[in-house]
């Protein structure tokens, strides 16, 4: 497997479809999907509705997910106790992709998929990527593609079982099932889909809002040992054996609990109708300020879906976000720099989120902006841009939220103190907390998933 | 440190004090000490209200903990949805012991300390056991002893340090921060401390009632490396190293992502008034068949405490618990048994749990016992009793709880069946799921902190 993987990481040449025939394929879904996403008022969102004592906006069956409020307190950051609402989805999902070999390459399935939150509507999706709500049928569409092979996977084909977590200030502890399985039998491709390297992958990532979160944080948790053959991918593969740097893993586990132990997090789940500062209005949740982000009704229509047309609400952010990983040689070793953040929907008080990440306040006109985003945005750190796209976030949750995700290469002679919640990792430990569950949020895995190595 | 610590492990000898003398001396300790432990009514419980609006036992100060509701729906076990009592205490105490070496063996400082729920008043508790009021003065006694060591710790003092869970069916997702730090220089030992090796404190853990809940967790997670003299601890540190057992950690992982993805765990934080079946009464709060456990207010004084005298809740179990864990070389190696169990108050929905648990029912009684329980009642499993005790649960909250703790060893032909959620695991992977937080509960690391090796 690992030589196939690696192979696969480090071509982009494929027998099956080229980089551009893909790029094609998609803009070609692109014009032949119909999708329509219409604002409506609460009150046209067929299926929802208020709840009479909370306020909460709920689905009529009860299930899917629900709109409803948090109340959080903390002892760090500016802001240490605030309501706000939240999306409640108290289940797990599936986010699985399916990969093969063919003549010694591995191949991952992915699918071009359209959610209706997306900037570019079609994004390429993981083979299976479902609710519970979905793959129990609830909402009683057609069953999920591809979902028996990941009910019936036995523990040889499993390359990757992960639970990872959700946005944390978006979804109250969501966590998807984010895993890969091999499949060595023939298997028939859908129209939808298409057999991708690793090296595809990470080149399409490069585009603007081609590759999905969802597909972005399954391939994150990937190890990859090989040796290089570029000066690049073997300082990549020398910083994924390297499981001590700057810290050994025990350093960071105590500074972890160092940090968990003194900063607190209590969040209670409230009425929606008792959260301050927020008015729902007939057509949208909003802040008083029009801050952070609103959540509106949408009539969605698409023809390739398991269900063609749909009411549901959906959260709108009202600023664009920055996400900014510094990589950096130490000792000769490539290290990342990773921030333990507090966020209000964390399972575990803190993650380790990317060195920058801003993505509920407007960082650019803020007096006070969190560290590194000034001298970063003004220039002021010396280094090389390795990735600088825009990246969507979860298109069936998120209408229209792109975060422009940037990876630096710090020159080797930039010094810079880093506060305390900051620590350098190697990519060897990181994978080494993905593993285990929740102590990568979703922002740094996408980062970390698009790490090119030619 | 290793050799110290390997020492440590497998000598009782002791030049500060023999293992007799200690007996002695907290058998002195319990005679000396003045401890009187009062049922009051809750009218009468000073620094203690139900809350008007909700009806919690709460401190008029806001502060230590508090007697919520709970409201729980899961999809596994024979109760899919109840309302019970939980102790709430949203934050992370210290369970922390002092280390040092001398004549390259490491002695552990433990106290004898008094907690007003214990069956013995005295037991050997770590250096410092404080919850976040104690050391942070709310109630406005004396600083903890010995707490500046561990507040000032530098990293390469630290031995263990991790964030662990507390009892899951009585404590609203608790944790614990275990940790413990290595000392170099001089270092005061107060009236109440003693300077132990490990195999003295397992060889007193074969008391009943005499090594406290705290003192056990916090030593469950030293990871011992070392090469054994005798037949028996050469196979238990053959264990240790042993990374991969009848299971890949990856498969392990895997059938964890499984478990958590299929078992539902939704819990919400209700009024206490709210909560079905249960009433409290001028002096109770109880369960309407006075099944589980009952919380009562007691007016307690000790004299060897920060505060010699005050009112709390306590929680008193109705019936006697059990917990046992099988082990049996599989393949030339020691594996242990371990089920993962959804517990409401956990941090993950499941977490790993001795073989047996049964501590919420009449298991004797029961029409249809947990696994494993009727056969190992009745004496149908094949093996050798290695430990046997009565284990005290945490003195501060419970009160007079013991629990049967046994590890038996099973006869090498035992060939038995298990069911999904139990998992045959070495001491090495063990150690590995400890590292990380809420992966085993505090029975099973009770259970693992008692594994002799003398």
């Given at each position: 497997?690992?030589?196939?993987?690696?192979?696969?990481?480090?071509?982009?040449?494929?027998?099956?479809?080229?980089?551009?025939?893909?790029?094609?394929?998609?803009e070609?879904?692109?014009?032949?999907?119909?999708?329509?996403?219409?604002?409506?008022?609460?009150?046209?969102?067929k299926?929802?509705?208020?709840?009479?004592?909370?306020?909460?906006?709920?689905?009529?069956?009860?299930?899917?997910?629900?709109?409803?409020?948090?109340?959080?307190?903390?002892?760090?950051?500016?802001?240490?106790?605030?309501?706000?609402?939240?999306?409640?989805?108290?289940?797990?999902?599936?986010?699985?992709?399916?990969?093969?070999?063919?003549?010694?390459?591995?191949?991952?399935?992915?699918?071009?998929?359209?959610?209706?939150?997306?900037?570019?509507?079609?994004?390429?999706?993981?083979?299976?990527?479902?609710?519970?709500?979905?793959?129990?049928?609830?909402?009683?569409?057609?069953?999920?593609?591809?979902?028996?092979?990941?009910?019936?996977?036995?523990?040889?084909?499993?390359?990757?079982?992960?639970?990872q977590?959700?946005?944390?200030?978006?979804?109250?502890?969501k966590?998807?099932?984010?895993?890969?399985?091999?499949?060595?039998?023939?298997?028939?491709?859908?129209?939808?889909?298409?057999?991708?390297?690793?090296?595809?992958?990470?080149?399409?990532?490069?585009?603007?809002?081609?590759?999905?979160?969802?597909?972005?944080?399954?391939?994150?948790?990937?190890?990859?040992?090989?040796?290089?053959?570029?000066?690049?991918?073997?300082?990549?593969?020398?910083?994924?054996?390297?499981?001590?740097?700057?810290?050994?893993?025990?350093?960071?586990?105590?500074?972890?609990?160092?940090?968990k132990?003194?900063?607190?997090?209590?969040?209670?789940?409230?009425?929606?109708?008792?959260?301050?500062?927020?008015?729902?209005?007939?057509?949208?949740?909003?802040?008083?300020?029009r801050?952070?982000?609103?959540?509106?009704?949408?009539?969605?229509?698409?023809?390739?879906?398991?269900?063609?047309?749909?009411?549901?609400?959906?959260?709108?952010?009202?600023q664009?976000?920055?996400?900014?990983l510094?990589?950096?040689?130490?000792?000769?070793?490539?290290?990342?720099?990773?921030?333990?953040?507090?966020?209000?929907?964390?399972?575990?008080?803190?993650?380790?989120?990317?060195?920058?990440?801003?993505?509920?306040?407007?960082?650019?006109?803020?007096?006070?902006?969190?560290?590194?985003?000034?001298?970063?945005?003004?220039?002021?750190?010396?280094?090389?841009?390795?990735?600088?796209?825009?990246?969507?976030?979860?298109?069936?949750?998120?209408y229209?939220?792109?975060?422009?995700?940037?990876?630096?290469?710090?020159?080797?002679?930039?010094?810079?103190?880093?506060?305390?919640?900051?620590?350098?990792?190697?990519?060897?430990?990181?994978?080494?907390?993905?593993?285990?569950?929740?102590?990568?949020?979703?922002?740094?895995?996408?980062?970390?998933?698009?790490?090119?190595?030619?």
């Amino acid at each position: 497997m690992t030589n196939g993987l690696i192979r696969s990481l480090l071509t982009t040449e494929n027998p099956f479809n080229s980089t551009d025939e893909v790029v094609a394929w998609i803009e070609r879904r692109n014009r032949e999907v119909v999708v329509q996403v219409d604002e409506v008022p609460f009150a046209e969102l067929k299926g929802w509705h208020f709840d009479e004592a909370t306020g909460n906006l709920v689905h009529d069956s009860g299930k899917f997910f629900s709109i409803v409020g948090i109340d959080v307190r903390t002892n760090t950051g500016c802001e240490q106790r605030w309501t706000q609402p939240i999306i409640n989805q108290p289940e797990v999902g599936y986010l699985g992709i399916i990969c093969k070999e063919f003549d010694g390459i591995l191949y991952f399935l992915l699918q071009a998929k359209i959610e209706p939150g997306n900037v570019n509507c079609v994004q390429l999706s993981p083979t299976l990527q479902a609710t519970r709500s979905n793959y129990t049928q609830v909402h009683g569409g057609k069953k999920p593609a591809y979902l028996e092979y990941f009910q019936n996977a036995t523990p040889d084909q499993i390359i990757l079982d992960q639970l990872q977590s959700e946005q944390g200030a978006r979804f109250l502890r969501k966590r998807n099932r984010n895993i890969i399985i091999r499949v060595d039998d023939d298997i028939e491709v859908g129209e939808d889909f298409r057999w991708l390297t690793l090296g595809q992958i990470k080149a399409l990532m490069c585009r603007d809002n081609t590759v999905n979160m969802d597909t972005r944080t399954v391939l994150s948790g990937l190890r990859l040992e090989g040796d290089g053959d570029s000066h690049w991918a073997s300082y990549l593969f020398a910083s994924e054996k390297t499981k001590t740097g700057v810290m050994t893993l025990d350093e960071i586990l105590h500074h972890l609990s160092e940090l968990k132990s003194r900063y607190e997090l209590t969040l209670e789940k409230i009425p929606l109708k008792d959260v301050k500062d927020w008015s729902a209005t007939p057509t949208e949740i909003v802040h008083k300020d029009r801050r952070f982000f609103r959540i509106l009704g949408v009539n969605v229509t698409i023809s390739n879906r398991e269900v063609a047309r749909w009411c549901q609400p959906i959260v709108q952010p009202l600023q664009e976000g920055l996400c900014v990983l510094f990589v950096k040689r130490i000792g000769g070793v490539l290290h990342f720099l990773l921030q333990a953040k507090v966020e209000c929907g964390n399972f575990d008080v803190v993650e380790f989120a990317p060195t920058i990440q801003c993505l509920t306040g407007d960082f650019r006109q803020s007096p006070n902006p969190p560290t590194f985003v000034r001298e970063f945005l003004e220039g002021g750190i010396k280094g090389k841009v390795l990735f600088d796209t825009k990246q969507s976030e979860e298109g069936g949750r998120f209408y229209h939220e792109q975060n422009r995700n940037v990876i630096m290469l710090l020159d080797d002679d930039v010094e810079m103190g880093i506060p305390e919640n900051f620590m350098w990792l190697t990519l060897g430990q990181i994978k080494e907390f993905l593993r285990f569950n929740n102590y990568l949020n979703i922002q740094v895995r996408s980062l970390i998933s698009a790490i090119n190595y030619v």
